[in-house]
Every structure is written in C-alpha cells, then in structure tokens.
Nanobody, 123 residues
Framework: QLQASGGGLVQSGDSLRLSCAYS????????MGWFRQAPGKEREIVAA????????FYADSVKGRFTISRDNTKNTVYLHINSLKPEDTAVYYC??????????????????WGQGTLVTVSS
C-alpha cells in the first residue's frame, strides 16, 4: 500500500516536498519511483531510486531541481522539488517495484501505485 502526500497550490519558484509512505512485506526490497501526469498528457516518470538508496534516476526535464530520497526505517520515499514551474503542475504518483539487489533501476513496469497527490504551480 502506498500513500502519497504533500501536494498543494504553490507559486512559481517555490519548493515542495512530496512524501510517499509504503507498507507491506519486505518493503526494503522495493525500488521506488515518482511519476506525474499533467492534464491532457500521458503519465511520465520523473525520478526513481534503487532499493539500496544509492542509485537514482531523473528525467531530463527535472534534473537539477528534483531530488528523490528514501528512508527505509520510516518506509517513506521523498521527492524534493525546487524552483517549481507552472509546467510542473500535475498529479504526482509514487510507485513501488519488486527488485533484486543487483538489478538496475527500472523506469517501467512498477507493481504498486499510490493514489496521487496534486501539485498546482501558479505563475
């Protein structure tokens, strides 16, 4: 089970931290990802983090502004967003994927999804 939170209405240039609490068996074995879906657009991945917490992936459109992190002791993954832009407006979803320790980060085929949290950036 995944529960995303932290979205809201913000101004362009603001920062935001999204959180995703996850529960279930062997949660430390999940790779985690953040996706977003803007109005009228397809869902896209923005960031992912390996189950080991050491390896990360970022979409080109968010590199330098988004930071994904995880705290396995709290079963929570975070997405820190800086310098928000109106084009960041979207519903943000967290997702989890079973993975073995030696597998690379995956940007597709996630197993579990949260309900989404809306981020609206006004100019």
């Amino acid at each position: 089970q995944l529960q995303a939170s932290g979205g809201g209405l913000v101004q362009s240039g603001d920062s935001l931290r999204l959180s995703c609490a996850y529960s279930g068996p062997s949660t430390s074995r999940y790779g985690m990802g953040w996706f977003r879906q803007a109005p009228g657009k397809e869902r896209e991945i923005v960031a992912a983090i390996h189950r080991n917490g050491a390896s990360t992936f970022y979409a080109d459109s968010v590199k330098g502004r988004f930071t994904i992190s995880r705290d396995n002791t709290k079963n929570t993954v975070y997405l820190h967003i800086n310098s928000l832009k109106p084009e960041d407006t979207a519903v943000y979803y967290c997702a989890a994927k079973h993975m073995i320790l030696t597998a690379p980060i995956s940007t597709t085929s996630y197993d579990y999804w949260g309900q989404g949290t809306l981020v609206t950036v006004s100019s």
